[in-house]
């Protein structure tokens, strides 16, 4: 039997194949791991620079800790963050906003010293990576809307399975 077409609302329609409409959601969980991973890390060389002399170097490691703390927050996809970053930094909630703020505090992360070094690096690539996975998967963006936490994003791939394997429902 032919399979009915995807509703509109369906993040998979733009999916070229089924292979890629299924990695999409690992791609997803695998980014906000490596962002929350490098707010870790981005943490821990802005706190090591406080204790360093230079007083306009401590500022930007405050400021670094603190938009580290955002991104982090933000990644939980817990509700109560979700509203306050709606509210107070809306273009995190878009895949370009969110790869610009990258590489801004990617830059910011440059000036403190080694570990700032390192983790503007893994940053910058963490934000070129994400900007290539919108390119390839024009779906990201709805999708990435959607996932508000893990129990939607396992809801999806439940569904997504019981639509491509229909003889197990019936």
């Known amino acids: 039997l032919p399979q009915p077409p995807a509703p509109p609302s369906d993040p998979n329609v733009f999916a070229t194949t089924k292979s890629e409409s299924r990695a999409l959601p690992g791609l997803i969980v695998t980014m906000r791991l490596t962002n929350m991973g490098l707010s870790v890390f981005m943490s821990f060389a802005a706190f090591t620079s406080l204790l360093s002399d230079d007083f306009s170097r401590a500022v930007l490691a405050l400021y670094i800790m603190f938009f580290a703390a955002l991104m982090c927050c933000f990644e939980t996809h817990l509700k109560a963050v979700r509203i306050g970053v709606e509210d107070n930094c809306g273009f995190m909630m878009g895949g370009k906003g969110r790869v610009g703020f990258m ?13 700032g070094k390192i983790s503007g690096c893994l940053l910058l690539g963490n934000a070129l990576f994400t900007a290539y996975v919108m390119f390839q998967h024009p779906e990201y963006e709805a999708y990435y809307a959607d996932s508000e936490s893990a129990d939607s994003m396992a809801k999806k791939r439940g569904v997504n399975w019981a639509r491509d394997n229909p003889e197990v429902m019936e």
């Open 103 to 115: 590489l801004f505090v990617s830059l910011l992360c440059f000036s403190q010293g080694l570990l």
